[in-house]
């Protein structure tokens, strides 16, 4: 057992609260500070998690009883904060996306290499149980080569107020296909390699915010396969990976009307093989993916673990939303130098 791990957690919105929670349940870290700039929430959240309320970012980077600092904040200041951290010796948890733009993501990156601290970005839904057997499939060619893939994340968002980071395009590029599909970006170049061409669009159909509400990208792997990646912010909670192969097509699919309740995620999840013999049900072995990576997080600060998506995954991830967004600028595919 290692020595447990003393967190900040800059941020107190609802996923830092989801954050914090599951630190209670886990032995590697502790919460020992917490910092946003709403001083009823930060009291607030302090109270309810059992932690310091710093009176600003720098008390919280600088606490000597932190460790790490976990980035739970707009995507815009990740870059910022990342940089302090690092120059703090402190290792860096940041949510995904890494950041808004591929510079900011590459200054991060070369912030805590230059400082030789960790930087862990958070793109959990690789680790799901479900998404690990379908690597294992994918592997084991029991869908056969992959020609076709399909993936979809969309969460209904309710209204968006002016002065929100999430109301402006300048704060808030690409909207769901951003904050949403980059999860995809993530997991679908997991499963299957390198994207290496995106073509996208985009367009703002429902909401009153100045943001883009439907997104989709047209993916083209270095294998040769093909994939479109959609997001949306004005339909249902929906989450699915749909591949198609030369032997089956393997349907992923999640009741998200539980989330953002993660722990039930894999509770909800079915993956079914369509082949030329039928439909078979596949069993997979449930995963906590919110312990799993901040204990991941834990041991990378101890030194006996590499973060499985660290900066180079989630700049991969990131080039794939950015690409979709100038290609929609463009109105021309775009290459990723990958």
């Given amino acids: 057992m290692i020595e447990t791990v003393g967190v900040a957690m800059i941020g107190t ?14 032995e590697l870290l502790h919460l020992e500070t917490c910092y946003s700039r709403d001083d009823e929430k930060r009291t607030a ?7 310091k ?21 707009p995507n815009s200041v990740h870059r910022e904060q990342a940089s302090l951290s690092a120059q703090a010796g402190k290792h860096v948890y940041s949510e995904k996306p890494i950041a808004d733009t591929l510079e900011d993501g590459f200054a ?29 499939m994918i ?28 109301y402006h395009r300048e704060t808030f590029p690409g909207g769901p296909l951003l ?36 997104g989709m ?29 030369t032997e089956g097509t393997l349907d992923y699919t999640t009741d998200m009307s539980i989330w953002p309740d993660a722990d039930k995620i894999e509770q909800v999840t079915s993956l079914t093989i369509q082949t030329a013999e039928g439909a078979k049900q596949i069993s997979f072995e449930p995963v906590q ?13 101890r030194g006996k673990a590499s973060p499985e998506t660290g900066a180079i995954e989630a700049l991969a991830a990131l080039r794939v939303i950015r690409g979709a967004i100038d290609s929609h600028e463009r109105g021309t595919r775009v290459s990723l130098d990958v």
């Fill in 13 to 26: 919105g609802r996923w830092a609260g989801r954050l914090a929670q599951t630190i209670a349940r886990t």
């Fill in 45 to 51: 959240f302090a109270e309810t998690h059992g932690c």
């Fill in 53 to 73: 309320s710093a009176p600003s970012l720098e008390a919280a980077i600088q606490d000597p009883h932190v460790e790490g600092v976990l980035l739970v904040t």
């Fill in 108 to 136: 991060m990156k070369e912030a805590c290499e230059r400082a030789g601290v960790t930087l862990f970005v958070g793109h959990c839904f690789r680790r799901l149980g479900a998404a690990r057997k379908t690597k294992q």
């Fill in 139 to 166: 592997d084991e060619g029991r869908i056969g080569r992959i020609v076709l893939a399909e993936a979809n994340f969309s969460i209904k968002s309710g209204s968006v107020k002016p002065g929100s980071w999430k």
């Fill in 179 to 214: 904050q949403l599909g980059v999860h995809h970006a993530d997991t679908l170049q997991y499963l299957l390699g390198p994207v290496v061409r995106v073509q996208g669009t985009l367009d703002r159909l429902m909401t009153e915010a100045e943001i883009d509400d439907v």
């Fill in 217 to 245: 990208a047209i993916l083209e792997f270095e294998s040769g396969a093909r994939g479109v990646l959609s997001s949306s912010y004005v339909s249902p909670k929906t989450y699915y990976i749909r591949l198609y192969g």
């Fill in 289 to 301: 993916m919110l312990i799993e990576e901040l204990e991941e997080f834990a041991l990378c600060v």
